[in-house]
């Protein structure tokens, strides 16, 4: 019969240093399959590329003129996400209410609602501009378009489930550039010519991309929420909890360690994304890298030293959310 396996951490250590032995190291070193050869090359370039950077003086010239940017883009990147962190927990949790429109709850009041816009547009709509036009349609039909709006698209608009489903699929399928434009020029006009609310392009640009990613972090939060076993929130309630305290104690602190992965691999991928808002106006690396290769000319240097950046940038980020993942990792 076969000796049975060490398991206390001398016995094991004594036979890691005996397997090493026998292949002639007095050390246990890692086998080869488990050298982390991608880091060890990525040291080396990035041992050249510094080198080249630091003793050349065009390099030099380039980085202290959009180290400005890499600032912008970092701040960028922390408020936007901070942004579509809210937007996407707030429909992550619609989305998990599976919740239907209700056409019957207070449906008298409602229908006398209907009633009293009808006649008022109706009576005063001449005295409001933005009302003429449905003046002109009559009391009738002007009854028939409020009672359908109070009676079935009100339930349809207050539900949270249909609103949240509604903004996840419509803004995952807008790409994002689309969606900066809009804000910038659309929607930016909109509340400046109608409220007089006026807001600079960093602003637009931070809403524009947090409203964007706020759609995918709301599947991240619904998929968490919805890993998290059904007797948790069975418990919690026959505890006497109510569904709001059970989600905010019970449920989010276990699903917020699960979508940590996912979370941080989508905030470094926002680092990449900001270069979109280059094109609104706003002075991030992008927009300085550009401005100096069209001034100068030098175009292989300048881009050359944007996406060295980038590249530093996103694994420092990739390296610290590796770090807090271990940190908050789910006990398997």
């Given at each position: 019969m076969?000796?049975?396996?060490?398991?206390?951490?001398?016995?094991?250590?004594?036979?890691?240093?005996?397997?090493?032995?026998?292949?002639?190291?007095?050390?246990?070193?890692?086998?080869?399959?488990?050298?982390?050869?991608?880091?060890?090359?990525?040291?080396?370039?990035g041992?050249?590329?510094?080198?080249?950077?630091?003793?050349?003086?065009t390099?030099?010239?380039?980085?202290?003129?959009?180290?400005?940017?890499?600032?912008?883009?970092?701040?960028?990147?922390?408020?936007?996400?901070?942004?579509?962190?809210?937007?996407g927990?707030?429909?992550g949790?619609?989305?998990?209410?599976?919740?239907?429109?209700?056409?019957?709850?207070?449906w008298?009041?409602?229908?006398?609602l209907?009633?009293?816009?009808?006649g008022?547009?109706?009576?005063?709509?001449?005295?409001?501009?933005a009302?003429t036009?449905?003046g002109?349609?009559?009391?009738?039909?002007?009854?028939?378009?409020?009672?359908?709006?109070?009676?079935?698209?009100?339930?349809?608009?207050?539900n949270?489930?249909?609103?949240?489903?509604?903004?996840?699929?419509?803004?995952r399928?807008?790409?994002?550039?689309?969606?900066?434009?809009?804000?910038n020029?659309?929607?930016a006009a909109?509340?400046?010519?109608?409220?007089?609310?006026?807001?600079?392009?960093?602003?637009?640009?931070?809403?524009?991309?947090?409203?964007?990613?706020?759609a995918?972090?709301?599947?991240?939060?619904r998929?968490?929420?919805?890993?998290?076993?059904?007797?948790?929130?069975?418990a919690?309630?026959?505890?006497?909890?109510?569904?709001?305290?059970?989600?905010?104690?019970?449920?989010?602190?276990?699903?917020?360690?699960?979508?940590?992965?996912?979370?941080?691999?989508?905030?470094?991928?926002m680092?990449?994304?900001?270069?979109?808002?280059?094109?609104?106006?706003?002075?991030e690396?992008?927009?300085?890298?550009?401005?100096?290769?069209?001034?100068t000319?030098?175009?292989?240097?300048a881009?050359?030293?944007?996406?060295?950046?980038?590249?530093?940038?996103t694994?420092?980020?990739s390296?610290?959310?590796?770090?807090?993942?271990?940190?908050?990792?789910?006990?398997?």
């Open positions: 076969s000796a049975e396996a060490p398991s206390s951490p001398s016995s094991l250590a004594a036979t890691a240093r005996q397997w090493a032995q026998a292949r002639g190291r007095a050390i246990p070193l890692p086998a080869v399959e488990q050298v982390p050869w991608w880091i060890i090359v990525l040291l080396i370039l041992i050249i590329v510094f080198y080249q950077v630091s003793t050349s003086a390099y030099s010239v380039i980085l202290g003129f959009i180290a400005g940017g890499i600032g912008m883009t970092l701040r960028l990147t922390v408020m936007a996400f901070a942004v579509a962190l809210v937007i927990l707030i429909a949790l619609a989305r998990v209410s599976k919740t239907q429109p209700n056409f019957v709850r207070f008298p009041l409602r229908l006398g209907g009633v009293v816009l009808a008022l547009v109706t009576w005063q709509g001449s005295s409001w501009p009302l036009g449905l002109e349609l009559g009391f009738w039909r002007l009854l028939l378009l409020s009672e359908g709006v109070f009676l079935l698209a009100l339930p349809v608009l207050l949270a489930y249909t609103i949240s489903t509604l903004y996840v699929e419509v803004a399928g807008v790409p994002l550039l689309v969606w900066v434009f809009y804000f020029f659309v929607i909109l509340l400046r010519e109608n409220l007089g609310i006026y807001t600079d392009e960093v602003s637009r640009a931070v809403i524009a991309l947090g409203f964007g990613y706020g995918y972090l709301a599947e991240i939060y998929a968490g929420i919805q890993s998290i076993p059904r007797g948790q929130m069975e919690a309630r026959s505890l006497g909890m109510t569904y709001a305290q059970a989600m905010r104690y019970i449920i989010l602190p276990q699903a917020i360690r699960v979508v940590l992965p996912p979370l941080g691999n989508d905030f470094v991928a680092l990449k994304d900001t270069s979109l808002v280059y094109a609104i106006g706003v002075t690396l992008t927009m300085l890298t550009r401005q100096y290769g069209a001034r000319f030098l175009a292989l240097p881009w050359t030293t944007a996406a060295l950046v980038y590249l530093l940038l694994l420092l980020l390296f610290i959310v590796r770090y807090i993942e271990r940190r908050f990792a789910v006990a398997k």
